[in-house]
């Protein structure tokens, strides 16, 4: 079955505590990206990644590093965790980037609940 | 920058009610322009998308023409049910690789 699946789905954790985030898809979509769910701001784009290797800051990237070292992969890091990245993150995947030639359609994983104490 | 402004939410229709949900844009360049749905503890799911001037997408009964000249994309559905209660998000891809989605309009459907 074609999916993106995240890991851990819910997590509790202190600040300044490091953490890691996964994401993996298995549809060998060369587009990835993660994005953060707040109320009232909708999704917005942390890093996204073209391809292997290739990554690339969105709106919000402060206080998160990513890496794309196989193109199934790409994990979501908080080196420092604090307070105000407690959200519900999503990590996306496509084909081609976004406005390629009509097929970049993202599909989404299921979400990580993330509160930062 | 580029960006998508969303008709605020909730709203509350009764069954078979007719659905419009405002979309508006703002971006340099021809970018597509998508509706994805989200229903409740779920991620993501595409409803469907435009990706130039004059497009129509559709989808489960949904609708919504990319108007260059208003830079809008609105969200309409003639006779909505109970089952489409849920989230519904306007986004654009801009020139640049990236996704701005809007803030995201909740849906409820009452019988």
């Known amino acids: 079955e074609a999916q993106v699946t995240q890991n851990p789905r819910y997590l509790i954790t202190v600040t300044g505590k490091k953490l890691t985030v996964t994401c993996s898809q298995n549809m060998n979509h060369e587009y990835m990206s993660w994005y953060r769910q707040d109320p009232g701001l909708g999704l917005r784009q942390i890093y996204y990644s073209m391809n292997v290797e290739v990554t690339d800051k969105g709106d919000v990237p402060e206080g998160y590093k990513v890496s794309r070292k196989e193109k199934r992969n790409f994990p979501l890091i908080l080196e420092s965790p604090s307070p105000n990245q407690t959200s519900l993150y999503f990590c996306?995947?496509?084909?081609?980037?976004?406005?390629?030639?009509?097929?970049?359609?993202?599909?989404f994983g299921p979400g990580t609940r993330l509160t930062v104490l | 920058g580029d960006s998508v402004t969303q008709m605020e939410g909730p709203v509350t229709l009764s069954e078979e009610a007719f659905l419009t949900i405002n979309c508006t844009y703002t971006?340099?360049?021809?970018?597509?322009l998508f509706w994805y749905v989200q229903y409740p503890g779920e991620g993501l799911q595409l409803l469907l998308k435009a990706t130039k001037a004059d497009d129509k997408g559709s989808n489960k009964g949904f609708e919504a023409t990319y108007r260059k000249e208003t830079t809008s994309f609105h969200l309409e559905k003639g006779s909505v049910q109970v089952s489409d209660s849920a989230v519904y998000f306007c986004a654009l891809s801009s020139s640049r690789n990236q996704f701005y989605f809007g803030t995201g309009t909740s849906l409820t459907v009452i019988p």
């Open positions: 971006a340099t360049g021809y970018p597509s």
């Open positions: 996306a995947s496509s084909l081609v980037p976004p406005g390629v030639a009509g097929t970049d359609t993202q599909y």
